[in-house]
């Protein structure tokens, strides 16, 4: 993974898969349409998000900061996010991990 991201640093992004237009993430179309050249069906990439935020809130059991940070998400009313100024990223990061050993694991069950 860090050989993919290592030379990204150049780019100044703020994200790891951009899309057709710099410093804008990949499309939501994107994403549907790669899952429809690998031939798989019944699965939207909403349903790819939703599914790990189920499983932060009710496997890893996350505060909903957390894994709202993790999709990207605005949490919190204008004067909540003015004093929040963690990006969380250590939380973030185990969270991640987590999520990693859970998908790669296949049993359903938190490692």
């Known amino acids: ?3 993919i991201i290592a030379p990204l640093k150049a780019l100044k992004s703020e994200y ?19 899952l429809r050249r690998m031939n798989v069906e019944g699965v939207t990439v909403h349903g790819f998000r939703s599914t790990f935020r189920d499983w932060a809130s009710e496997v890893a059991k996350v505060p909903r ?12 009313s204008d004067v909540e996010r ?10 973030r990061r185990s969270l991640m ?15």
């Open 16 to 34: 790891v898969f951009e899309g057709q237009k710099r410093h804008k993430p990949l499309s939501n179309m994107s994403m549907l349409m790669l």
């Open 97 to 111: 991990n987590d999520w990693s050993k859970f998908v790669a694991s296949g049993s359903g069950v938190k490692s």
């Open 82 to 91: 003015a004093y929040a100024r963690s990006d969380l990223l250590d939380r």
């Open 1 to 3: 993974m860090l050989a």
């Open 65 to 76: 900061e957390v894994a709202e940070k993790s999709l990207a998400h605005t949490v919190g």
